[in-house]
Structures are given as C-alpha cells and as structure tokens.
C-alpha cells in the first residue's frame, strides 16, 4: 500500500469501500498493488478482464470488467472492443471466448485451470454416443472442450439448457457430459435425455441430507442450488438456476437468509451486492476457479501468458455449436 501513489491511494480505498464485508483490511493491503498494477496494465494494454461468479472477491469486484455466469460471459465475449481478454476463470470458458473472439488475443492466467466435467469426456465419446443413437442430436455442456464441443450440434449452459433441449422439436436427445444437470432437465421437459456419467466434483458433494439439515437449523431459510447439484438436492430446494439466477433471484425476492448450494465465493460476491440478506455458508471450494488469482492475472497481462489457441481443424463446428446456442 504504502508504494501506492495518492490517486491510486484513493482510488484503492473507493473499491475496498465495496468489498469491505468480505474482506478484512489486512488482506485487503495485499491486494491494492495487485489491483492497482492490473488497472493499470488493462489500460495500457486494451484489455479487458471477464470473471466468472466464482471468482473471489478482490477479482470479482477488484478487477473485473464484466462479470457473470459461462452464458453471460460467453455472450458479452461476442461483444468486446479490446485487444486482449483475459479470461479469469477455468479453461473451457477461456476456449469459448476464443472460439467466439478468433482475431483476439485470449489469456488464462493459470493453464491448470481446468474442470471435472470438462475433464469426463473425449471427442471420440462423442462420436461413440452418437454410433450408438443414430439421428439423435447431441447438446453438450460449454464446461466442455473445444474437441467435444466440435462433435456437438448445440452447446448449452445451466442457464438455457431447457430451452435448447425443447428448441430441436425433437423426442430424444443426447445431452453431455454432466449426469445430474441432465436429469435436472429431464424432469421439466417431456423430450426424452441420455445422459452421460460426468459430475462436477464441486456440487456432486452436495447432499438431500444437507438440506434437511439446514432447514433444521434455520427453519426461515431461501434454499437455492445448481442444476450440478444431484437432483434429490435440486427437488429439496427452494429455487433451482445457474449462477446469474441465482444472483437474480437473491436481487428480487430479497429472502432475509439465503444459503447457495455452490461454489464457495458465490455467497461473498452476491452478499456485497445484498447486505441486507443473511447468507448461510455451507459452500465447496472450486480448486479449478481457485488456480486464478490477482498475481497470474498480473503475470498474464505483463507477459501475455498463457494465450489460449485452438486446433483450425476444430474451431469451425466448435464455434458452431457454441453460435447456435447464442442464437437461441
Ligand atoms: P454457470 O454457467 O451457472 O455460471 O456455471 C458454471 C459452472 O462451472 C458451475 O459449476
Ligand atoms: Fe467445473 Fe464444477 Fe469447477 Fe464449475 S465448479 S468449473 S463445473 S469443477
């Protein structure tokens, strides 16, 4: 802090001003230079950075240029003015804005930053699924990679899977790779889904008896999950979306005490934004969104590592399936 110069000195107590419910003012003093430096590299280098609702609070709130779930940050990619991208959060929605930015350059501050849904599924599954249900279309999941989503019709996010299963007018559908996301759909559309075995390891932990606890324990409590979640979780809770819904649903009901079934940084960036709702935080840490921090977005904006390519071969029915759902 003390490096700081006055105006960035002040600008630094304007930011900590917001976030100052979830960070104490120790942490927050060594982040101000970090923050500070990547202000100011985003200006001079024509970057912008998008984060997803996951990331912590001094990026979220910190850093962040535009900030949402993978449909939002998928669709506000098409619209982007500057140079670079960097893409705080994990790798596939990286691939994604890259798919929809070609001439772009697009960061991810960690490589590592992958996901387990992402991780469960190849291209060729794919194609073997589609072997074994001849004519029947296949949705794929954006926490997917390129390859997979090269091998897919349309592409999806919790945000609009419903209505890109319904818009294909078809009885059946492949839907991949996550298990519990499909059957979550399965259950408010009459269009038939075979489902693949993959979970995000973050909300598989989830359980029916969670719930039941925390009802227990606050009877007056908004209980709200991801469609990740198991589907006895999605059926006990109050309200069920990705993460801008649930953002949105906390904005208008205004429950007095809430509880996300998600990610753990969830509660702390919608709690700055609600100080007046109550969050009870039994949550799971994403170890994916974690890999990304003030220090590698810094690192990726002054070395312009690690840029984020895709095989030409793939990029063409990649972006196809990832336009189709944009247009819906
Ligand atoms: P959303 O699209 O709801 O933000 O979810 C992305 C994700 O990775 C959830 O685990
Ligand atoms: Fe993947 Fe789950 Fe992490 Fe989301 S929370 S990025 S689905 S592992």
Redesign the pocket.
């Known amino acids: 802090m003390a490096s700081l110069s006055s105006t960035a000195r002040a600008r630094s107590a304007e930011l900590y001003d917001r976030v100052k419910r979830v960070i104490p003012p120790p942490e927050w003093a060594t982040f101000a230079e970090d923050v500070d430096a990547i202000l100011e590299l985003k200006r001079s280098r024509n970057a912008v950075v998008l984060a997803h609702n ?1 990331q912590t609070p001094e990026i979220f709130h910190g850093v962040a240029d535009i900030v949402g779930d993978s449909l939002l940050l998928a669709r506000e990619a098409t619209k982007v003015d500057a140079d670079i991208i960097v893409l705080a959060g ?1 790798h596939f929605m990286a691939e994604t804005a890259k798919l929809l930015n070609p001439e772009k350059t697009v960061l991810i501050p960690d490589l590592a930053a992958g ?4 991780d469960s599924i190849t291209a060729q599954d794919v194609r073997l699924m589609r072997q074994r249900y001849p004519g029947v279309p296949v949705v794929t999941y954006v ?1 997917t990679s390129s390859a997979v989503k090269a091998e897919s019709d349309i592409c999806c996010t919790s945000g609009n899977a419903l209505k890109v299963v319904e818009s294909l007018g078809v009885e059946r559908v492949i839907m991949l790779p996550d298990e519990y996301l499909a059957q979550n759909i399965a259950a408010q559309t009459n269009v038939k889904i075979i489902a693949w075995k993959g979970h ?4 598989e932990l989830f359980t029916a008896s969670d719930v039941r606890q925390l009802r227990e324990n606050h009877p007056d409590v908004t209980i709200l999950a991801h469609p ?1 979640c198991p589907p006895e979780v999605v059926a006990e809770a109050d309200f069920s979306g990705s993460t801008a819904a649930m953002s949105d649903f906390v904005g208008q009901k205004r429950p007095p005490r809430v509880v996300l079934l998600t ?1 753990c940084s969830m509660s702390d960036n919608v709690s700055v934004l609600h100080p007046d709702v109550e969050f009870i935080r039994p949550c799971n840490l ?1 170890p ?2 974690k890999r990304i921090t003030l220090k590698n977005i810094r690192h990726a904006l002054e070395t312009g590592q690690h840029e984020v390519t895709i095989d030409p071969a793939i990029a063409v029915s990649a972006r196809r399936a990832v336009e189709r759902m944009l247009a819906i």
Do not use: D
């Open positions: 996951y994990v996901c387990s849904l992402a926490n995000c390891e973050v909300h990740e990610e994403c994916h969104m």
